[in-house]
């Protein structure tokens, strides 16, 4: 996959995913689904689906730190390219190109 060039935030927020992943154990189950162990906590991810069990990639799109773990054991450079598009730099932009008008107080209406 390709890397992407992330917001801030979607940055900090990996970084952050990366380091508390270290205390992970990862277990591949076959080619898209690995299991994790991190303390008495077992969960499956699903690659090609984007699921892990606590549903923070699906509901968030940046993958949690079970996730980040199974990236770091497949040896991927880049986690930024599992973030949704939501979260690049273009997406950003793009998104206030235009101009953005006020929205009135419920008052004025």
């Known amino acids: 996959m390709v890397q992407k060039d992330v917001t801030e ?3 900090k ?6 380091n ?3 205390i992970f154990w990862v277990y591949q189950i076959d080619q898209s689904r690995y299991e994790t162990t991190e303390q008495m906590k ?5 690659l090609e689906s984007r699921y ?3 549903v923070k990639w699906k509901i968030l799109g940046i993958p949690c730190t079970h ?4 990236f770091e054991e497949l040896r991927f450079q880049h986690c930024s ?5 939501y979260f690049t730099i273009e997406t950003y932009r793009s998104t206030y190109e235009e101009v953005v008008f006020h929205v ?3 008052a004025d209406y």
């Open 67 to 70: 996730d980040m773990v199974v």
């Open 13 to 18: 927020v990996i970084e952050r995913r990366i």
């Open 42 to 46: 077992i969960g499956i991810i699903n």
């Open 52 to 54: 892990y069990m606590c």
């Open 104 to 106: 009135p107080f419920s």
């Open 9 to 11: 935030y979607a940055g």
């Open 81 to 85: 390219a599992w973030v949704l598009l």
């Open 20 to 22: 508390i992943s270290s």
